[in-house]
């Protein structure tokens, strides 16, 4: 990582990669648009206790982080998410979904499924990651199932990984309340979209399991509603979310940084 980084307001990351899609690097994310709760407000983090914690802006511990990378099963939130830590860090976001539909030309992940294949789709990710890991202060949303091949690995090793690990019923709920089409892997039995959504995340979570939890910090959405008192996951803002991944990136670099020295 760059030691030298600092988390001062963005000034753009630069594209070093060999191709540049059109529009890329895509317009960072508007200012203002972390939603309405209150946890968008304290940039102070307080622990559970109440102590103080690092500010994520200003604090030191996060400075040396360069990039990172949300990863977790389709609708876990790494694209709304990941959106929030950009903002609140000052850093570019980029979902790796929206640079592979550029690279390629073709509007949206499930039309390139169809048109081409779920293979020719992971090879242009796999450019994509490889292409974005020379980059710093940057967020990435990867694919879903970018997780599943080692070499994609090596590109996102390049940051700090976050895994976003939502219960699959809670996963199944919000993707049946937008649909199926646009998750091609989803898409492909009829059904009412809970119960195929659930069936099909159900088996490539078992598939994924283990390559998900090797990500450098896992997010639980279970563990933040056992921090506030309840167990409904489906409650959790995004912003609440965000919040959680900021202190578990924190927790990382700090330990990781003991062990250095
Ligand atoms: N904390 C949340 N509570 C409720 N709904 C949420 C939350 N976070 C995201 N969503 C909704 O869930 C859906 C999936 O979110 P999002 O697109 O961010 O997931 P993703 O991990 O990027 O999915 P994919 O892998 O398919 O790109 C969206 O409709 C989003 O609005
Ligand atoms: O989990 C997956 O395999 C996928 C997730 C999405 O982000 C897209 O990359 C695509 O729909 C495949
Ligand atoms: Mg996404």
Known sequence: ??????????????????????????????????????????????????????????????????????????????????KIIAEVLGYSFFDSDKLVEQSVGIPSVAEIFQVHSEAFFRDNESEVLRDLSSMHRLIVATGGGAVIRPINWSYMRKGLTIWLDVPLDALARRIAAVGTASRPLLHQESGDPYAKAYAKLTALFEQRMDSYANADARVSLENIALKQ????????????????????????????????N
Not at 35 to 47: E, T
Not at 61 to 69: A, E, N, R
């Open 1 to 82: 990582m760059d030691a030298g980084l600092g988390l001062r307001p963005r000034p753009g990351a630069a594209w070093t990669g060999r191709r540049k899609p059109q529009g890329f690097p895509p317009a960072t994310v508007p200012a203002a648009r972390l939603d309405q709760n209150p946890a968008r407000r304290p940039l102070v983090l307080r622990s559970d206790a109440g102590s103080r914690s690092t500010d994520p802006i200003r604090g030191a511990s996060l400075k040396g982080l360069c990039c990172h990378k949300s990863a977790g099963m389709m609708g876990s939130g790494k694209t709304t998410v990941g």
């Open 229 to 260: 008192g309840h167990n409904d996951v489906n409650v959790l803002t995004p912003s609440a979310i965000a919040i959680e991944a900021l202190l578990k990136m924190e927790s990382f670099l700090t330990e990781k940084a003991m062990v250095r």
